[in-house]
Each structure stands twice: as C-alpha cells, then as structure tokens.
C-alpha cells in the first residue's frame, strides 16, 4: 500500500481550495452558512471539503464541459445532492431568488467581464442572491 505525501493528502481531503476560502473555514465563518454557491464554478475545486462535509452546494458556469464536470464530482462526494444544483448560467441573470445563498464564492471569474457595465450586473447578481448577513468570498 502506497502511503500518500502529505500534500497529496491534504489535495484529497480539500482539492485546490483557495487558501483564502481556507482560511475561512478554519475561522468558523461557514459554521452557520450552509448553502453556498460557487457562481464560476469551473473545475469545482472550491467545493470540494463543502461536498464532503453535508453542505448545500450550487454551482453555475458559463461552460457546459465545466457543470458535467462538478456533477460528476458532486455525485460522487455527495451522492443526496441533486445534480440540477449545478447549471449553466450567466452570472448576470442568476436563477435563484433574491437572499437564497448564505455564502456566494467567485474566485477568479470576475476580472473576465467584458467591460465596467459587464462587471457591475455580475457583481448586483451577487448580491441581490446573497441572503442578509451572508458570505461573499471572491478573489480576482
């Protein structure tokens, strides 16, 4: 039996997560945050520990290759979770109520707007789905 290094331990048990989103979670800022979307999921490489560990994950892209991608990981890390959390969606027009998500994750995805109107709509799209004293963690 081949005994992991401990960075290839601490890839499975959390992916690549951003070591800021890490941060967070060591911080307890997710103890009362269940639901949580990641709006430019790609690779879902943030969600990774949050499928693990029973939270209410959602994931939109603008890529259809990168949503059969997390649904395949979700499947397999949270076989509960229904697979149509996951969509393709422009984060300009995102498909949830206004104050839905406890937490909002947008890690590198916004520096990608086409312009400062472009990244304005995403930004108010981020807002207007997080719920009152909600979680929005984005890097750019």
């Known amino acids: 039996?081949?005994?992991?290094?401990?960075?290839?331990?601490?890839?499975?048990?959390?992916?690549?997560?951003?070591?800021?989103?890490?941060?967070?979670?060591?911080r307890g800022r997710f103890?009362?945050?269940?639901r949580v979307l990641d709006a430019g999921c790609g690779d879902v490489r943030n969600l990774i520990w949050l499928l693990q560990h029973g939270?209410?994950?959602?994931?939109?892209?603008?890529?259809?290759?990168?949503?059969d991608?997390?649904?395949?990981?979700a499947s397999r890390l949270a076989p509960a979770l229904p697979s149509t959390n996951f969509i393709v969606a422009d984060l300009t027009r995102l498909p949830y109520p206004d104050g839905q998500m406890d937490v909002?994750?947008?890690?590198?995805?916004?520096?990608?707007?086409?312009?400062?109107?472009?990244?304005?709509?995403?930004?108010s799209e981020i807002w207007r789905v997080l719920a009152?004293?909600?979680l929005l963690f984005s890097r750019l």
């Open 1 to 26: 039996m081949t005994q992991l290094t401990p960075g290839e331990e601490l890839r499975q048990q959390f992916g690549d997560i951003d070591i800021y989103l890490f941060d967070l979670l060591l």
């Open 31 to 34: 103890d009362a945050r269940r």
């Open 55 to 67: 939270f209410e994950c959602y994931g939109v892209d603008a890529e259809p290759s990168a949503i």
């Open 69 to 73: 991608f997390v649904r395949q990981t």
């Open 104 to 123: 909002v994750i947008c890690c590198a995805v916004l520096h990608f707007a086409a312009d400062e109107g472009h990244f304005d709509a995403m930004v």
């Open 132 to 134: 009152p004293r909600g």
